[in-house]
């Protein structure tokens, strides 16, 4: 045993001493030139050692630097990959003995990494050895094998940068001011870490500002990662967010991934953002070679709050609107394919369910499926205008050039779905058992509505053809046994100017990008009947008394104070082509069993403007004592023009049109009778047949 006592106490003595040989009589920067020469012949790149190399020996083995500098390989500029301001490393001596690694804390001083593609896809991190022939590919093994035991007493990396340019796409990403703080590091055990840095992608004109903390754990063969007391601190600002910046934070109780069983698991994950906060859980398997994930998640949010942290302006009519959304669903997804299922949603009053699915994200086919029970859709539109509320139009803008409709793009989705609704309210309408129908592929896009509403029934089809150089609309409507009056009279929130049963067919298409387009273009059929119904239209009807009390003053019967509020009907019929946004008259007539109703005119649709002629003539029939219409003389016309903006036109009486129909018949009468009498006198100064010369003298 004395004689073992020897030998290590001579093999510590020979130790110390040549420990303080190295230190004493060895200097690393004498070596600069030969490790710069090592690098480059591993690499084929320079390095450049700017400052004094400082070598330590016991009981740490370690070298600090001043700046290095990693060049560029040809082609990729003067700028370095790599540099670093300062680096300091060290190793502990003796337990590495025992194949123990044991660090102590690393610093990087303001390390610089500038990562290049070149236009040729090359980048500049693919190093030359230098060698003619390459390496032997290593035999993999079934499981990785584990590094040596590892110690780190911490890792610091102060001011940092990452400069990531793709010449080839034109892309620029940087990482800046990047700050590490790892803290004791063992494999095994949870070690502290603190990471910041600033993210700038130019392109999109996004900056982010990050800040994350966690516990890390790090398993020895480097296959399962756990952070646990996770938290994340965001600050993006752009043009392109909604008041251009947004704060968010997550947190989760552990996020681990484990690389040999390919699996993933998120915990008590909490995300908030503007007021809103999505909880959930998230599992993921076969996260190397398919990536499958699931989870569940919940969303709360003061929506009306949620909007305006937004700087989404929402002024909702009815300001107890938007107060609280709720959101649970469950996610599937992979590569490829998303899945939302078991879907619930609660805004205010309404609740929704459905499910929605989107296959092959390299082409998305869109599926769903959505139920609401009752949806009051005016509590959600924004309050009318001052102007707009008291009935009066306000002023037009200016002219600006009119965008294109998106309708191309909405026609090339692949969609299949259908959001239904118990009841809806939309501009004071109520309908029932709505139903939406839309389908879309191969540049073709339907939408299929049919509702109740008013004891009737609405069925529609809208389609979108965008196959051609310019997309193709065509829009078909039934309407059927819907009380018109009902229907008017909530829509227009005062008494309906038309009363009776209605029944409505459209069929109309057009062509064009921008609303003006379509209008120009605008062209089909219009049919509109309306079975035993009441015109309460006050202005026409006005027009009709001033035209009765015309004729009273000309004629024998004496004035009546008596007020035509109404007029009673048995059928209102209206046809009418349109052709080039102009809807032409061809049939309006309005039955009554004592006056009959007929109009002819135009309505412009693009210039937004009305010009119709209304003509109201006594039809026989039992004429009630007293009555005006039962004082109208039989084949009086009355006639009413109606001219100007469609939101306000004006009506008048057209007394010389009303002239010109009372005296023709007297006319035609007085004109044959003279020509009769003059082709007399002809015939007996100038022989047989001259009278014939005086046809068409007098007009036709």
Do not use: C
């Amino acid at each position: 045993m004395r004689y073992l006592l020897y030998v290590l106490a001579g093999l510590i003595l020979v130790i110390i001493v040549a420990v303080a040989g190295l230190i004493l009589f060895v200097d690393p920067n004498a070596y600069r030139d030969d490790i710069a020469r090592v690098v480059e012949e591993k690499t084929g790149r320079t390095l450049t050692i700017e400052g004094e190399l400082h070598l330590s020996v016991f009981p740490w083995l370690g070298i600090q630097t001043g700046p290095l500098a990693l060049a560029n390989p040809p082609g990729f500029g003067d700028e370095p990959m790599l540099r670093v301001e300062g680096a300091e490393i060290r190793v502990r001596l003796l337990p590495l003995l025992h194949k123990r690694v044991e660090l102590d804390r690393i610093v990087l001083a303001a390390p610089r990494i500038h990562l290049v593609k070149d236009a040729r896809g090359r980048g500049n991190w693919e190093f030359s050895t230098g060698e003619n022939q390459p390496p032997a590919p290593a035999e993999k093994s079934a499981r990785p094998q584990p590094l040596p035991a590892l110690v780190i007493g911490g890792l610091t990396i102060k001011d940092g940068e990452i400069f990531w340019e793709d010449r080839q796409g034109g892309k620029k990403i940087q990482l800046a001011h990047v700050n590490l703080d790892l803290g004791d590091f063992e494999f095994g055990r949870p070690a502290d870490l603190a990471l910041g840095f600033v993210l700038t992608l130019p392109q999109a004109h996004l900056k982010e500002t990050l800040a994350l903390e966690t516990r890390l754990t790090v398993s020895a063969d480097l296959q399962r990662f756990e952070l646990a007391r996770l938290e994340v601190h965001s600050h993006t600002e752009g043009e392109s967010l909604p008041g251009k910046q947004l704060r968010a934070e997550l947190t989760a109780a552990a996020i681990t991934a484990d690389l040999t069983r390919q699996t993933l698991e998120a915990r008590d994950l909490l995300l908030s953002a503007a007021k809103a906060q999505l909880r959930g859980e998230l599992k993921g398997d076969a996260i190397v070679d398919a990536p499958k994930f699931q989870g569940s998640f919940q969303l709360e949010a003061p929506l009306k709050e949620t909007l305006t942290a937004l700087a989404i302006a929402v002024t909702p009519a009815d300001p107890n609107a938007m107060q609280q959304l709720q959101l649970a669903f469950k996610l599937q997804a992979d590569r490829q394919n998303m899945a939302i299922d078991a879907f619930q949603a609660k805004l205010d009053d309404t609740t929704i369910g459905g499910w929605l699915k989107v296959t092959n994200f390299a082409r998305p086919s869109v599926r769903f499926d959505f139920k609401a029970d009752a949806l009051d859709a005016d509590r959600y539109l924004p309050k009318p205008a001052p102007d707009e509320a008291a009935g009066k139009t306000a002023a037009a803008p200016k002219a600006a050039q009119e965008k294109p409709l998106p309708l191309a793009a909405l026609a090339a989705q692949r969609v299949d779905g259908v959001v239904r609704i118990d009841r809806l309210k939309v501009q004071r309408l109520q309908m029932q058992n709505v139903r939406l129908k839309l389908k879309g592929d191969h540049g073709i896009t339907t939408l299929t509505p049919s509702l109740q509403l008013y004891q009737g029934r609405y069925q529609g089809r809208m389609q979108i053809n965008a196959r051609g150089k310019t997309p193709h609309l065509t829009l078909t409507s039934q309407l059927e046994r819907v009380k018109i009056g009902d229907l008017l009279q909530d829509y227009l929130a005062k008494q309906p100017p038309l009363i009776g049963t209605a029944a409505l067919n459209l069929d109309l298409q057009a062509d064009g990008q921008t609303a003006t387009d379509l209008k120009q273009s605008l062209d089909g059929r219009i049919a509109l009947q309306v079975q035993d119904g009441r015109l309460a239209n006050i202005e026409l009807l006005q027009m009709l008394e001033q035209g009765l009390a015309w004729w009273q003053a000309r004629g024998e019967s004496p004035q009546v104070a008596e007020t035509l509020q109404q007029l009673d009907f048995v059928t209102l019929d209206f046809l009418a082509n349109v052709d080039d946004g102009i809807i032409q008259t061809e049939r309006l007539l309005i039955d009554n069993p004592k006056l009959k109703i007929t109009g002819t005119g135009t309505v412009d649709l693009v210039r937004e403007w009305l010009d119709y002629r209304i003509r109201a003539l006594h039809t026989s029939g039992n004429r009630k004592p007293g009555s005006k219409l039962g004082k109208i003389a039989r084949n009086l016309p009355i006639i009413v023009r109606i001219e100007g903006p469609l939101a306000k036109p004006k009506y008048r009486l057209d007394l010389v049109q009303m002239a010109q129909e009372k005296f023709q018949e007297k006319i035609q009468k007085t004109k044959t009778k003279l020509e009769r009498k003059l082709g007399e006198k002809l015939e007996k100064k100038l022989g047989p047949g001259a009278g014939q010369l005086l046809k068409g003298l007098f007009g036709p």
